[in-house]
């Protein structure tokens, strides 16, 4: 994830929540049998930095997770917000628990874990894991890894994989990609294990790459509340598909994913 403006990031970061607004309607979540925890708008709340997903451009959050809910926002007639936030407090459902939002959109793996606390719309993007090395690394399988220290975020899937997977390099945790990417940068740590997508996204200016891919299976979803949300789940679900037929999906695909 290149950071050209990291200083600047941080500051807008430290601000709080942004907001986008999508153009569209009133709130028609009275008729559709749910309420947000703020009329008139879809509350979402991510975890940035973590391009090409959700990131910060020009003071407004963008990126793909960022883009497909403003769709979906819109859709329901629907303003549309985000607010930032750790990613401990997603995974754990904490701050749908404290109405801060109706939806987390933050690359989540849907796992059996998670789903014991979250409802998760159907999938909308699949994942694998990547090992991500400097350019000149002799790294290419995890047992390479051994004696060496790989980097991963804090309660991601890649973590897990890693301490399952890895049992001979010494893990050590972020919280955030930024801080994961800096460490890499800066040669705290050999390699960064995680999702392919945000590795990829560091690639960019051919100092790093990525030297090992892992077929886990993992497919990312939508998380909301866990009792109470079944509306909120099928209206969503229904957008997803819309937006999929319409080709709107597959137009925003194109944008963040296509080098």
Known sequence: ????????????????????????????????????????TL?????VPFKPFEYVV?????????????????????????QNVGFDGLQSGTVLAARQCDVIAAAMSITDERAEKLAFSDPYYDSPQTLLVPADSSVASLADLKGKKVGVQQGTTGESYARENAADAEIMSFQTDAELFQGLQAGNID????????????????????????????????????????????????????????????????????K
């Open 43 to 47: 509350t979402v709340c991510s975890n």
């Open 191 to 258: 390699a960064v294990l995680q999702d392919h997508a945000v590795n990829q996204d560091h690639t960019e200016d051919g100092k790093f790459r990525i030297s090992a891919s892992f077929e886990t299976g993992e497919s990312y979803g939508l998380a909301m509340k866990k009792e109470g949300s079944e509306e909120l789940v099928s209206k969503v679900n229904e957008q997803l598909a819309d937006l999929r037929e319409n080709g709107k999906y597959q137009e925003l695909h194109d944008r963040f994913f296509t």
């Open 58 to 82: 020009d003071g407004e959050f963008t990126g793909f997770d960022i883009e497909l809910t403003r769709e979906i926002a819109k859709g329901m007639g629907l303003e549309h917000e985000v």
């Open 1 to 40: 994830m290149p950071h050209k403006a990291r200083t600047t990031l941080a500051a807008l970061l430290a601000v709080g929540a942004l907001s986008l607004t999508a153009c569209g309607g009133g709130d028609d979540s009275a008729e559709s049998g749910f309420t947000t925890v703020n009329e008139g």
